[in-house]
Structures are given as C-alpha cells and as structure tokens.
C-alpha cells in the first residue's frame, strides 16, 4: 500500500483502452466522447485494432505496436497521459510474468514525516496503538478470495498495491469491478496515469517464501491469472490535488477498475472465476458505532517483501487532514507500502461482510493506517464504472 507516503489519492474519471481479443471497452464516454471500437481477434487468435482506435491513439503520439514493444516506458512530460479520457492501458501479453510481479515495488515517494498529519481540532482522535499485522492463512483463495496484488508501471519502474473484487450492482453474480486505492492507478496533481495496470487476484495463493517464488510458475503466483484494467475511475480531488506528503486528497483517495483477463477465457467473471466479491457500504456508520474493520493487503515495504498477505483488525478512531474535507477511518496496523488501495472491511447491518474503505495513508514507520470514508463521491465513482458495463 502506499501508506507510507500518505497518498490520498484524489481522482478522477478515467476512460481506459484496453485492447483485448475480445474487445476494447469505454473509450471517453466520460469526457464526452464516444464509445471505443471494439478489437477484433481473428481466427488464429491474433488481435486487431480498427483503424479509427488506431488514429484516436495516435492524436496523443501514440502507435499502438511501439507503445506494446516499449514506447510505454517514455514517461516525457508530453507522454505521461493525465487527463481521464486519455488513460491508455493496452494488454502486453506475459509482461507481468513471475519475476516482475515479485520484485514490483511500493511507489517511490516521500514518506510522513511526522507520525501525524491532523489538520483540526475536535475532530481526531488520539493516534491509535500499533498493531501488528497477522499473515493470513493460506490459501488466499480459500481465506480471502476477494483480495489480491495491483501491479502498474511507473517512472521508477514496476509497482505495487492491493486491491478487493467488490460487486457490481448491473452484473451481479458476474462482477468485473475492483477497488483500490486512487493513488495506485493515478499519481495527483503533479502527474498522470500509471501504465500495464493490471490485478492478480490471490497473488501467490499457497504463501511461497521469496526464495520459493524465484523458481515459481506464472500458474503458481497467479493462480486466477491475470486481469488488465480496461476502464478505470478515481475521484476527482485526487486528480486534482492529490501529492506525495500531507494527506491532500487522502479523504477522495479510492478508485474503481473495471477488468478483463488477459488471455480471455471461457466467459466466466472476475467474480466467478475467484468465487466471491465484496458488496461496498456507502452509509458505514460513524467510527464510534463500529466495533472492528479488519484491513487486508501485501505490504512490500520493510520489515515485508510484498509477497505475502496479511491482515490487521481494530476498532476506528477519526483522522482529519482538512476541516473542510470528509474526517478519515484511522487504525492501528504495522502494514506498510504496498498494502495501499486494500479493502477495509466491517459486518453490516445483515450480518455479513462489506467494503466500507480502503488504506490510503500512513507513516513511514507504520504503526497506524488511515482510509477515506465512503460516500457520495465513492458511490458516484463506483456506479459509473458499472452502469459503463451493464449487461456486459
């Protein structure tokens, strides 16, 4: 997660290309725009991409086949693509093959200095004790089957966060949909989009030790394989304001991606193929009503190596970063990078599990997490990125 560098991610909504064999969706429905043409696979399997696709990319300096054979590794000013309807994120089959999914990294940016970042009074409450992170029974798949590892490319090279399989109200029971963190698919007010966004839902499902996974197959660390996003939305604070220090953004830091398998498939979902997804809350109560959240994600940064997952459960207190900005869920956890853009989880009024959040910040030591409360903006964020979908 990238708590260690508070990340509020502020985002906005992002229009992604994804060329696939089986098609491409949304292009800049969301800026105004039309629908992408859909790619076509022939019949040895081969993808091909309609001229107009091919000529809308390249209004960006984009040729689809450089940018597959490497053109994606320019981050030129010029080439870092920000705005929403130009998110950009062509499948490059086996990019992320063992070895670049094990070493990918927390993001590279400064950590919180100062183990606090409250911005009022009145509103925070004590920092809360230190928690330490349980590992989580394995297999993943069994345990946790919604979780998984996020991995995206940036300026520093390949990165990680975690990220939930949450439903999606115009497929149920057929869900495509992924939550994460706004921060792990946009770097703020300073940067663009991150590139080869991709989920691996339970990333090294047997708990392999690094040593282990230097000899492991694709198959082994990538038991439900590998999933690239195809649409993704974040709020638009973080697009905004979002920054590597000092919480701006942190209360609007989540996102919303919309997946498809890399290597097709046989029609099933996301969600069927893991076997669950998560329901997402919108009204959690207040933090003195909650009793326990209980966050999930792979921490890369020290004392973790990122493969591995862990849990952390505590009852939460409120963080405030700007009085005129929603107050923060806050708990103790020692997760740190890497664990960024994982579910926060809480028993609902019926009794079962649902996401209510998601890390987005905390200090560089650990100690304590800190996650946007979800409300209308998230709600906003999340229903577009479905009704995008419905009944497909």
Same mark, same amino acid.
């Given at each position: 997660?990238?708590?260690?560098?508070?990340?509020?991610?502020?985002?906005?909504?992002?229009?992604?290309?994804?060329?696939?064999?089986?098609?491409?969706?949304?292009?800049?429905?969301?800026?105004?725009?039309?629908?992408?043409?859909?790619?076509?696979?022939?019949?040895?399997?081969?993808?091909?991409?309609?001229?107009?696709?091919?000529?809308?990319?390249?209004?960006?300096?984009?040729?689809?086949?450089?940018?597959?054979?490497?053109?994606?590794?320019?981050?030129?000013?010029?080439?870092?693509?920000?705005?929403?309807?130009?998110?950009?994120?062509?499948?490059?089959?086996?990019?992320?093959?063992?070895?670049?999914?094990?070493?990918?990294?927390?993001?590279?940016?400064?950590?919180?200095?100062?183990?606090?970042?409250?911005?009022?009074?009145?509103?925070?409450?004590?920092?809360?004790?230190?928690?330490?992170?349980?590992?989580?029974?394995?297999?993943?798949?069994?345990?946790?089957?919604?979780?998984?590892?996020?991995?995206?490319?940036?300026?520093?090279?390949?990165?990680?966060?975690?990220?939930?399989?949450?439903?999606?109200?115009?497929?149920?029971?057929?869900?495509?949909?992924?939550?994460?963190?706004?921060?792990?698919?946009?770097?703020?007010?300073?940067?663009?989009?991150?590139?080869?966004?991709?989920?691996?839902?339970?990333?090294?499902?047997?708990?392999?030790?690094?040593?282990?996974?230097?000899?492991?197959?694709?198959?082994?660390?990538?038991?439900?394989?590998?999933?690239?996003? @195809?649409? /993704?939305?974040?709020?638009? *604070?973080? $697009?905004?304001?979002?920054?590597?220090? =000092?919480?701006?953004? #942190? +209360?609007?830091?989540?996102?919303?991606?919309?997946?498809?398998?890399?290597?097709?498939?046989?029609?099933?979902?996301?969600?069927?193929?893991?076997?669950?997804?998560?329901?997402? @809350?919108? /009204?959690?109560?207040?933090? *003195?009503? $909650?009793?326990?959240?209980?966050?999930? =994600?792979?921490?890369? #940064? +020290?004392?973790?190596?990122?493969?591995?997952?862990?849990?952390?459960?505590?009852?939460?207190?409120?963080?405030?970063?700007?009085?005129?900005?929603?107050?923060?869920?806050?708990?103790?956890?020692?997760?740190?990078?890497?664990?960024?853009?994982?579910?926060?989880?809480?028993? =609902?009024?019926?009794?079962? +599990?649902?996401?209510?959040?998601?890390?987005?910040?905390?200090?560089?030591?650990?100690?304590?997490?800190?996650?946007?409360?979800?409300?209308?903006?998230?709600?906003?964020?999340?229903?577009?990125?479905?009704?995008?979908?419905?009944?497909?």
């Amino acid at each position: 997660m990238r708590t260690m560098r508070p990340l509020l991610a502020s985002a906005a909504v992002a229009a992604v290309l994804a060329l696939t064999a089986t098609g491409c969706g949304p292009g800049e429905d969301n800026a105004g725009g039309t629908p992408a043409t859909s790619a076509a696979a022939t019949p040895d399997g081969k993808i091909t991409i309609p001229d107009d696709l091919k000529d809308r990319l390249k209004e960006h300096g984009i040729d689809v086949d450089k940018w597959r054979g490497g053109e994606w590794k320019n981050w030129d000013k010029d080439k870092w693509l920000r705005e929403a309807k130009d998110f950009v994120n062509p499948i490059i089959e086996d990019l992320w093959d063992p070895d670049r999914m094990r070493d990918a990294e927390e993001p590279d940016q400064p950590p919180v200095e100062d183990g606090d970042i409250s911005g009022d009074d009145g509103v925070t409450d004590p920092k809360p004790k230190r928690i330490e992170a349980t590992p989580v029974s394995t297999p993943y798949s069994a345990s946790v089957p919604e979780a998984g590892k996020l991995l995206f490319d940036g300026p520093k090279g390949a990165m990680v966060c975690s990220a939930t399989v949450v439903q999606d109200p115009a497929n149920p029971g057929k869900s495509n949909l992924v939550w994460t963190a706004g921060h792990c698919v946009h770097a703020g007010k300073k940067g663009g989009w991150y590139r080869n966004i991709a989920f691996v839902p339970s990333y090294n499902d047997s708990g392999m030790s690094t040593a282990q996974l230097e000899k492991a197959t694709r198959e082994q660390v990538a038991p439900h394989g590998v999933w690239w996003a @195809d649409w /993704a939305q974040t709020s638009e *604070q973080w $697009i905004d304001e979002g920054g590597p220090v =000092g919480g701006a953004g #942190a +209360p609007y830091d989540f996102a919303v991606i919309h997946v498809t398998p890399e290597k097709g498939g046989k029609g099933k979902s996301l969600e069927e193929t893991v076997g669950s997804a998560l329901p997402v @809350d919108f /009204a959690a109560p207040a933090t *003195q009503k $909650i009793a326990k959240m209980e966050a999930t =994600g792979y921490p890369a #940064a +020290p004392p973790y190596d990122g493969q591995k997952m862990f849990q952390c459960a505590d009852k939460p207190g409120r963080l405030s970063v700007r009085a005129e900005q929603p107050t923060m869920y806050r708990i103790g956890c020692s997760m740190t990078g890497g664990s960024s853009g994982g579910g926060w989880v809480h028993t =609902g009024k019926d009794g079962k +599990p649902a996401l209510v959040s998601n890390t987005s910040i905390g200090p560089v030591t650990a100690g304590w997490l800190a996650g946007p409360r979800l409300g209308q903006e998230a709600k906003g964020v999340y229903m577009a990125v479905s009704e995008k979908y419905a009944g497909r």
